[in-house]
C-alpha cells in the first residue's frame, strides 16, 4: 500500500501526523538562535613576519621559505600559500573543517618558535592571527570633509577618544585608521649638507630630510 493510499484510507491519523510536525515546526522555530555573527571558527591560520629594510625577492627566500617549511608538516594543513613584499610576508594556512583550531594553533607556533633562529636576526618574530569572524568590524564610522585631512584625523581620535566610543555593551574594541601624518620637507644648499644641523636640529640632513610631525 502506498503512502497516499494510506493516508487516505486513514484521514484522521494524517491530519493529526500533519497538525503535530506543523506544530513541532513552529516551536523548534522560535527557538532557534539567531547571531549577526555566529560563533564559527574558520579552519585558517594567518602567519604575519616582519624583516623591516628588506626587499620582496629577500624576504620570500629569508622568511617566507623557511616558514612554509616549517609549518608544512601540520596535521589538517590542505592549503599554504605566501605574499611576500617589502619589508614582511604573510603565510596563510586552511585547514580541513572540523580540525581543532585551539590545538592547531598551539602546534604552529610551537614550529614558529623552533623556526626562529632559521630567520634573519633583522627579523621580527612572527605574529601568529585566528581568522575570527566575531574580530571583524560590523560598524565603521567615516569621516570626510573639504577642509585639513590633520584636522579630520583630529576629530576621529577625539571622537575615538571618548568613553562611550569604545565601552558600549558586548562591545570588543574599536580602533582608528587612515589618520594622516604630516611631513616637513628641508632643503640645504649642495655644497652645505650641514647647513640645518649648525642651526640647532638633530637630524641628518642631506640634499634633503624629511621630517614627520
Known amino acids: 500500500m502506498t503512502l497516499a493510499g494510506l493516508a487516505l484510507r486513514r484521514p484522521v491519523t494524517t491530519v493529526a501526523a500533519t497538525l503535530a510536525l506543523v506544530l513541532l515546526g513552529s516551536v523548534s522555530l522560535g527557538r532557534l538562535p539567531v ?12 602567519v604575519r613576519t ?14 617566507a621559505e623557511p616558514i612554509e617549511e616549517a609549518v608544512a608538516a601540520t596535521p589538517g594543513l590542505v592549503e599554504l600559500r605566501s605574499v611576500s613584499r617589502n619589508g614582511g610576508a604573510t603565510t596563510t594556512l586552511r585547514f580541513a573543517w572540523g580540525t581543532r ?15 626562529r633562529a632559521a630567520l634573519p636576526a633583522e627579523a621580527e618574530r612572527p605574529t601568529l592571527l585566528s581568522s575570527d569572524p566575531g574580530e571583524r568590524p560590523i560598524a565603521i564610522l567615516a569621516i ?5 585631512l590633520r584636522a579630520a584625523a583630529r576629530t576621529a581620535r577625539d571622537v575615538h577618544a571618548r568613553p562611550h566610543t569604545s565601552s558600549q555593551p558586548r562591545t570588543r574594541g574599536s580602533r582608528t585608521r587612515g589618520t594622516a601624518i604630516g611631513t616637513l620637507a628641508i632643503w640645504a644648499r649642495r655644497h652645505q649638507p650641514h647647513s640645518v644641523l649648525r ?6 640632513c642631506g640634499p634633503c630630510a624629511n621630517i614627520d610631525l
Open 35 to 46: 547571531a549577526l555573527l555566529p560563533d564559527v571558527a574558520l579552519p585558517v591560520l594567518t
Open 50 to 63: 616582519a624583516y623591516p629594510g628588506a626587499a620582496a625577492a629577500e624576504v620570500s627566500r629569508l622568511v
Open 144 to 148: 570626510a570633509g573639504l577642509g585639513d
Open 101 to 115: 583550531m585551539p590545538a592547531t594553533a598551539l602546534q604552529v607556533r610551537e614550529r614558529l618558535d623552533n623556526a
Open 199 to 204: 642651526r640647532g636640529t638633530s637630524y641628518p
